[in-house]
Each structure stands twice: as structure tokens, then as C-alpha cells.
């Protein structure tokens, strides 16, 4: 089982917001993963388990690209963000994007990931 964190680059804290997500920012390590550490189905996609406290949780089938055999972490990250960007729009859960961070994905089965997300 993996885990895979979300960082901005020279920064000495972990985690990213939303709206940093999907500003398309530079993360540390961003040449650390493959495909296989992820793994990946045959259809280049990966399972994500986004849950709330209080509302139902819900899974996203998020596309993983890749360069060389190298995730490309950017853009992963921010489908994932989009994915929880829809998540609390369909929940109506009032919170600030801005507050949303994402800590990393910790592998629950194969090809399978739950979330990991807190307040700031």
C-alpha cells in the first residue's frame, strides 16, 4: 500500500489548497511516481474515495497522465481537486475552497485511493 503527497515545491509544509491545485502549481517530487506505483488500470485510471464528515462519501474515477512512465503529479493533482471541487458542490458543504487543503492519497487496495484533506 502507497501513499502519495501533495507539496508545493521549497515549501516546509505539506498539503495544497484547492485553488493551488488547479493553479497548475509545482510540486515537490514531482518525478517521484510511476505508473506502477500507482497502480494504474489498463485504462490509465485510478479509483479516488472522497468522504466528508457528516455526508456520504463518493468515488472518482480520476486519469492518470504520464510522461516516460512518470505520473505527471501536476495534473493529477488537480483532477483530484476537481473531483473535490464537484464533490462539495453536490453536497452543498459551505466551506471556502480557499480553506480546503489536500494532504496526500493513501492506497486502500489495488488501484484503489482514499483522501486524506483537512481545514485550514
Known amino acids: 500500500m502507497g501513499i502519495v503527497k501533495f507539496k508545493r515545491k521549497d515549501s516546509f509544509r505539506s498539503g495544497i489548497t484547492l485553488g493551488e491545485a488547479q493553479a497548475n502549481?509545482?510540486?515537490?517530487?514531482?518525478?517521484?511516481?510511476?505508473?506502477e506505483h500507482l497502480?494504474?488500470?489498463h485504462r490509465?485510471?485510478?479509483?479516488?474515495?472522497?468522504?466528508w464528515h457528516g455526508y456520504?462519501?463518493?468515488?472518482?474515477?480520476?486519469p492518470v497522465d504520464s510522461y516516460s512512465g512518470l505520473v505527471d503529479l501536476s495534473?493529477?493533482?488537480?483532477?483530484?481537486?476537481?473531483?473535490?471541487?464537484?464533490?462539495?458542490?453536490?453536497n452543498a458543504i459551505p466551506v471556502p475552497w480557499d480553506r480546503v487543503e489536500i494532504?496526500?492519497?493513501?492506497e486502500v487496495s489495488f488501484g484503489a485511493w482514499h483522501l486524506k484533506m483537512t481545514i485550514l
Open 39 to 41: 497502480n494504474v488500470d
Open 103 to 106: 494532504q496526500y492519497l493513501e
Open 25 to 35: 502549481i509545482l510540486l515537490s517530487g514531482q518525478d517521484s511516481y510511476t505508473l
Open 56 to 62: 456520504s462519501p463518493l468515488n472518482y474515477e480520476i
Open 75 to 90: 495534473s493529477l493533482v488537480r483532477r483530484v481537486a476537481r473531483a473535490v471541487a464537484h464533490y462539495l458542490q453536490s
Open 44 to 51: 490509465g485510471k485510478i479509483f479516488v474515495n472522497v468522504r
